[in-house]
């Protein structure tokens, strides 16, 4: 690699101190690539999406909105009749 400070430069320069062999054509391999999923994470991360979806949605619901008055079933003995 070449450098030079002053100018604020750095390049790649072929180098004859260092030699490489080519590169040797090998055959095509032929057997097929398995995906070996687990199922049992696959429906972990499915659910564990799901929920915080739902967490997101009900954090909006209940949290962030100004008409919210409370969730009914828990307030009726604050509530006058």
Known sequence: MYHNPDQGMMKW???????KE???KKPTPTADIQFAYNM???Y???VVMLLVWI?????AQFVFTT???GV???NKSSRPS
């Open 67 to 69: 008409d919210f008055t």
């Open 72 to 74: 009914s079933f828990l």
């Open 13 to 19: 320069v072929p180098t004859v101190q260092r030699f």
């Open 44 to 46: 972990i991360k499915l």
């Open 22 to 24: 080519p590169l040797a």
């Open 55 to 59: 967490g997101t949605g009900a954090t």
């Open 40 to 42: 049992d994470m696959v």
